[in-house]
């Protein structure tokens, strides 16, 4: 299986040396498709230092002045938020998410969508999404850096293929 059918979206990134860890975090992964979303201050010589080598990411990512047109050709898309809503939308942890992201992949575009550095997504962009995630942090400090949180699930989604094509070989 390839991860060619899994785009990572940032929606209006604040910081151009976060798209440039974030575009790291996928590289290391194995990760390229990088779909931006109203980026401030993109390209920028901080976003390349910042990629550590991962160029081919930055220099290969969408720009688009929508969520729409970011997400159009994903079948399934997987919103990340790190507050609890009081709107039940349907959310779990990575790990079951991550399995049904793959489950997906392998007919179709995915999209893991991350909002912005401050805010988060708003209740518009999550009730684009078919899954939401949250990353299980410590309650007292629930801050986590952009990069980290695309690494984070970006290896979740490695390690569950990995599992589930062993568990395809042993079939």
């Known amino acids: 299986m390839s991860l060619d059918n899994i785009a990572v979206v940032l929606v209006r990134t604040s910081h151009p040396g976060n798209i440039g860890a974030a575009a790291r975090a996928m ?24 990629a550590a080598g991962a160029n081919h990411v930055l220099e290969n990512a969408q720009i688009c002045p929508t969520l729409d047109e970011a997400i159009a050709d994903s079948e399934f898309v997987v919103g990340t938020t790190a507050r609890s809503r009081s709107i039940a939308w349907p959310s779990s942890d990575p790990v079951s998410v991550m399995t ?66 062993d568990c395809r070989m042993m079939e």
Do not use: W
């Not at 920028?44 to 230092?49: I, V």
């Open 27 to 50: 590289a290391n992964m194995g990760l390229s498709d990088l779909r931006l979303i109203e980026p401030t201050g993109f390209p920028s010589e901080e976003a390349t230092a910042r």
């Open 100 to 165: 049904e992201l793959v489950t997906q992949s392998r007919v179709g575009k995915v999209s893991l969508l991350f909002g912005r550095e401050a805010s988060g997504l708003t209740n518009e962009e999550l009730d684009r999404c078919q899954r939401h995630v949250r990353i299980p942090v410590n309650e007292e400090y629930p801050s986590l850096n952009l990069a980290a949180a695309v690494l984070i699930l970006a290896m979740n989604c490695v390690v569950r293929m990995a599992q589930m094509k």
